[in-house]
């Protein structure tokens, strides 16, 4: 250093401007000493000034990972094989892929969908799905492919705004999140699926408990078409939800009715009911409160004995929800802690399967609708969704894709370098809000048409005809099975009779009830849960 500051003073002689190299020694100086007194970085302490380059490295290194070390087909949580589709599609542009697929069609685990040498002609283009089982007076018919829940708060105005306005010129739904209804899902009068969870954000009082006044005067609106009661999301299941303090507006807190400065916390569980039996009993509720509108619930399966006790229920009751959202562990969010999303919760396509099944078992899936939510891009992985039972699929991170979104993962520190989760106007004023819904209705129409040219090409007519059998699973680089040989399928009813009872379904059976979500470990049959509440 001694020798740095002499070369200075002699080149300034020479040279009079070089005198300001001196500021710059300093500066150094100062930081190098910083760093060896400071303790907090042992790095820094023994490689003082150049130490700082491990941090900067580490800062952008997932950007240098996703531009320049990632192929197209390794990216995660969505590679580039699939970001690129919805980018393509959200703008019109030509999404054909040159000289052959990318992917190992021997590699264990791929997937495929068997064509017909009979292909038909499909004339509907927007098929519609009806949701509204017997006790709903206002069915609505909904799109296949649809916005799943993402609150305001966690997506800025202009987002929810583009969101909205793409899904009316899309004509399809718009899932509020539990954030509840705000101006800007209502300005352009897209299609509502209103979503109430444990903190009743739009529905409470100033406690926090479910006002029935309140939701009857919002449901009311002929925006909201559904509503569907949070009971559990895929990425955090069993958590609750968090909007962090740092994304807390006074205009957000005023819609959620929470106070500014804290956390805003849904808690884990819902305080309106406790049990199975009042799930139900809340969703009749509802259900008269909204005047006739389908009410469903969503949620990640956990312990599958849960369902089975709601499926009790519904036996027992008679009262049935209008749809069922499942949602996969492979969701994503901007809060959630890590053991959460890698390690808690059913992956989507066990979880789908699964509900299926226990509805089918209990002979009551003819009246549900199911939802699936879970990772969905490309129009194939909305038929397969379909060939394992699902209705329509909800979709989040590709609905953020087609807004602009780059995969930056910067949704919970605010920081969303794309304007779509972030509060900061400096940020989210760039989100062209009349653009940005455009694309996000091109992607949408152009997913549904490339899945009707697969249905087709499949000889069918509908999405509705696409079954397990039509669809392939690699077991290794020389066996095959269709998703039929893959997957168990229970018959009409088997699970109301201990002669149709599958054994591998007894034992979480016979915990299941319906007055309780404890696993307890007692036989029930229907009669006597009946019989036991008075029905």
């Known amino acids: 250093m001694t020798g740095l500051f002499g070369g200075l003073s002699l080149w300034s002689q020479i040279w009079p401007p070089a005198a300001w190299g001196f500021l710059g020694a300093l500066s150094i ?265 389908p009410i469903g619930f969503k949620l990640c399966i956990g312990r599958k004995s849960e369902f089975l006790a709601i499926c009790k229920a519904m036996v027992a009751t008679g009262i049935t929800p209008d749809f069922i959202t499942i949602d996969g562990s492979e969701g994503g969010t901007g809060a959630a802690p890590i053991e959460m999303t890698n390690s808690v919760g059913t992956p989507l396509r066990e979880g789908l399967l699964f509900a299926h099944n226990a509805l089918v078992g209990i002979g009551m899936r003819k009246n549900i609708r199911l939802v699936a939510s879970g990772k969905a891009i490309s129009a194939f992985h909305m038929i397969r969704l379909l060939a394992l039972g699902a209705d329509t699929v909800n979709s989040a991170r590709a609905m953020m894709m087609a807004l602009g979104c780059i995969q930056a993962r910067s949704c919970h520190n605010d920081k969303c370098p794309t304007g779509i989760a972030t509060q900061k106007a400096s940020r989210f004023n760039a989100l062209d809000v009349d653009l940005k819904a455009e694309r996000v209705a091109n992607y949408q129409t152009a997913n549904i048409k490339n899945l009707l040219e697969i249905v087709a090409g499949a000889g069918l007519n509908h999405p509705a005809d696409i079954k397990p059998h039509h669809l392939c699973h690699r077991i290794s680089s020389s066996e095959t099975k269709t998703f039929s040989e893959l997957y168990d399928y229970l018959p009409e009813n088997a699970l109301l009779s201990e002669a149709t009872m599958p054994a591998s379904w007894q034992a979480q059976w016979d915990l299941a009830a319906a007055d309780s979500w404890q696993a307890i470990g007692r036989k029930e049959t229907t009669n006597n849960i009946a019989y036991a509440m008075g029905f």
């Open 29 to 293: 100086l100062a930081l190098g000493l910083y760093d060896i007194f400071q303790k907090r970085k042992t790095v820094l302490r023994l490689y003082p000034v150049i130490g700082h380059l491990r941090y900067f490295f580490e800062s952008i290194r997932p950007e240098i990972q996703q531009y320049f070390v990632e192929s197209d087909l390794n990216g995660v949580p969505i590679s580039r094989e699939f970001r690129a589709l919805v980018y393509q599609r959200a703008k019109k542009q030509r999404d054909t892929r040159p000289f052959g697929t990318l992917f190992d069609v021997y590699k264990t685990g791929y997937e495929w969908v068997n064509h017909s040498i009979a292909p038909t002609t499909i004339t509907n283009h927007n098929p519609r799905i009806r949701f509204g089982g017997p006790h709903c007076s206002q069915p609505y018919d909904a799109a296949l492919l649809n916005i799943s829940a993402m609150s305001y708060g966690a997506l800025s105005k202009n987002a929810i705004l583009a969101l909205n306005k793409g899904a009316k010129l899309g004509q399809f739904a718009h899932n509020t999140g539990e954030g509840g209804i705000s101006q800007y899902h209502l300005e352009h009068g897209g299609d509502l699926i209103w979503q109430i969870g444990t903190g009743y954000f739009g529905c409470r009082t100033q406690d926090g408990q479910f006002d029935a006044k309140l939701f009857a005067r919002r449901a009311a609106g002929d925006a909201v078409k559904m509503i569907e009661i949070k009971l559990s999301q895929g990425a955090k299941p069993g958590h609750g939800g968090i909007l962090p303090a740092v994304k807390l507006t006074p205009e957000i807190a005023e819609i959620r009715n929470v106070p500014m400065g804290k956390d805003v916390i849904s808690p884990a569980g819902h305080s309106a009911f406790k049990t199975p039996l009042e799930l139900l009993s809340f969703i009749d509720k509802l259900r008269t409160l909204s005047g006739g509108k």
